[in-house]
């Protein structure tokens, strides 16, 4: 919509005016890492950080929430849990942005989840340009996610002593003329920008071996690959590659009761296609038993079943996964074999 430059002190001041009207999220400190998490005073921020353990999903997916919570009294009475506060997420990167999109298409389309849309109708996201690669784990410049053009009300791009802030929805332009003191940008903060996005590009390298439009049927060639048993043998079914995931959104649902048998709560909570009991049914029965099973269908979800039901690849190339699985199973690995497989055979 338009372009505009804020000092880095006129940041700051613009997330603390943030904090009085908004619950404000954004990349923090922790133990050694970063995280997404609420922050009380500007100077928590680190809008530098390379990537997060969890990524900022988690405020428009919880790890845990409750639907309603119940009575089993005078006919049954439901009542609906506290509204979730206008929330600005801050710092988020375009991988994360480009799975927020997929997160926003897949529930509200068909079942529409009324919980995910309300909390994200009060959501504003100002994400942040990514000027080099988090680590030697990412490969967004693969999966096409190293920018974006879409998905944001305020995309900022580091600048050195400012940031060139891109206003991408009327929201973000009202909270920039609320709560920011920018001024527009002129020619010469245009040719900054432009000297700063192309200088970005040869730091980050392609890390599969062939064009990621080829990811479907490189996939789907390898359906019958020995690949997957021999994956299934190394890994561990601990469930770390997908709880980490910005595109994972697979959730269960229970009933908690408590001691009185009158009042409970239904609550859902995030679940794992890696887990032994995730694909087990009434009797018992388990149709995706095997680990080299639930691998594969793993993949085959992140570059295939995902693309073909929503129009959006289920993997962003954030490397999450790649850094928290102890057996070293990675989607470039995996997407590099199947393809190795391929041309060996052809
Ligand atoms: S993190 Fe690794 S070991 Fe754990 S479930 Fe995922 S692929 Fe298997
Ligand atoms: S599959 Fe791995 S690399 Fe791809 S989006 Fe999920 S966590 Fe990131």
């Known amino acids: 919509m338009s372009l505009a ?7 700051r001041d613009f997330v603390a005016r943030l904090l009085a009207d908004y619950r404000v999220a954004g990349p923090v400190a922790h133990n050694g890492s970063f995280i997404f998490d609420e922050i009380r005073d500007p100077s928590e921020l ?6 997060t353990l969890l990524p900022p999903k988690k405020f428009l997916l919880p790890i845990r929430e409750v639907l309603f919570r119940f009575k089993r009294q005078d006919g049954g009475v439901l009542q609906a849990p506290p509204e979730t506060p206008p929330t600005v997420l801050l710092g988020v990167h375009t991988c994360d942005l480009h799975a927020i999109q997929l997160l926003d298409t897949v529930f509200s389309s068909g079942h529409y989840d009324i919980h995910y849309v309300n909390r994200r109708k ?11 690669p988090c680590d030697e784990h990412s490969f967004c410049k693969s999966m096409g996610t190293l920018t974006a053009d879409e998905g944001y009300d305020l995309h900022l791009t580091d600048l050195g002593d400012q940031y060139a802030v891109d206003v991408g929805t009327q ?22 920008l432009n000297a700063v996005i192309s200088a970005k590009w040869p730091r ?28 299934g043998q190394r890994c561990l079914a601990c469930a770390a590659c997908t709880n980490v995931c910005p595109t994972c959104f697979c959730f269960d649902v229970k009933d908690e009761v408590e001691l009185n048998l009158v009042d409970g709560q239904r609550v859902r909570q995030w679940d794992s296609c890696q887990l032994d009991e995730f694909a ?5 029965h388990n149709f995706r038993a095997s680990r080299a099973l639930r691998q594969r269908h793993r993949f085959m979800r992140k570059g295939k079943y995902i ?17 928290a699985c102890i057996v070293d199973i990675t989607p470039v690995g995996v997407f590099n074999e199947l393809y190795r497989q391929q041309q060996a055979g052809s």
């Open 204 to 231: 980050f390298s392609y890390r599969l071996d062939f064009d990621v439009s080829e990811l479907p049927s490189v996939l789907e060639l390898g359906m019958k690959s020995p690949l997957w048993e021999e994956l």
């Open 122 to 132: 009060k959501t504003l996201i100002v994400s942040i340009e990514c000027l080099g």
């Open 280 to 284: 087990t049914v009434a009797g018992g």
């Open 171 to 192: 929201a973000g332009k009202e909270l920039l003329e609320k709560y920011a003191s920018a001024k527009p940008a002129d020619k010469e903060d245009v040719q900054r």
């Open 46 to 51: 680190h809008m530098d950080y390379p990537t």
């Open 307 to 323: 693309l073909d039901a929503h129009k959006h690849l289920g993997c962003v190339g954030c490397g999450r996964c790649a850094r």
């Open 5 to 11: 430059i804020l000092s880095k002190p006129a940041f």
